[in-house]
């Protein structure tokens, strides 16, 4: 269904950013990585499904770094046709107690990544009048949780700018919509298991079944490979008018 396409997954070296990549390399579409860490193994693993891969290790809280990806991109496959705004992080603290520069870095990586991204990829979009845009938002991006302010606040930014983005677009073929998965068991989520764990002096098991139980009713964790289902469903014709949704994935964590 992609063959042809270049999906540009922010983020992509773990956790949900690769399980979309991977979803998305399977339609058949071209991928262009980012991400910290080893890009060899996930390279490899795209690669596997007979596409073509390139890598590009923008630190997306630099906004020249993030100008420097998004020509990369064109010049390696064309244009960007699918762009996936996904890299994040979390820090938990009291407001009175946060960090001030993980405020600032959460703000920039989880929300004017976006932003930049977006507004750079638009006009090649615009001219082919084809393109989605794919904002990994949270749960978060629709209720909040005690001591994530940061997050909170970047989450439902970036619905915002989802809104916006689609609305400014919605004469077009170019879409953006949002996914708000509840828990996702990635290293993002392992810490807050760990610091759970290790703060109430109970086992990793029973840390993880705490944390789904205070909040997502399925007691099931979603997976990177439902949440690519689910990109993949936005870049299919039967997504045309799928316009500016915040889609939850969350085992009815926000139906209570
Ligand atoms: P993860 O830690 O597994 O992956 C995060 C990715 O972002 C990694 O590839 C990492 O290298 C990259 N990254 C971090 N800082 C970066 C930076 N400055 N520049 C470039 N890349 C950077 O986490 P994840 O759980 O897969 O999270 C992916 C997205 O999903 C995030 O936006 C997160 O907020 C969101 N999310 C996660 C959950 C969850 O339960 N795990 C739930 C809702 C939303």
Redesign the pocket.
Known sequence: MLANKTALV??????????IAKALARQGANIVL????DAEAPKAEIAALGVKVAYH??????PA?IEDMMKFAAAQFGQVDILV??????HVARVEDFPVEKWD?II???LS?AFHATRLALPAMRAANWGRIIN?????GLVASAEKSA?VA??HG?VGLTKVTALENATTGVTCNA???????????QKQVDAKAAALGISNEDAKKQLLGEKEPSMQ??T?EE?GELAVFFCSPAGANVRGVAWNMDGGWTAQ
């Open positions: 922010t983020g992509s070296t773990s956790g949900i950013g690769l399980g980012n991400g910290f860490g290790g923008a630190d997306m809280s630099k770094e705004n996904n890299a994040g992080i979390q870095a920039a990586i989880n990544s990994v938002a949270s749960v978060h997050y970047a989450k970036v996914i708000c998965p509840g828990w996702v068991l990635t290293p993002l989520v964790f979603t990177p949440l």
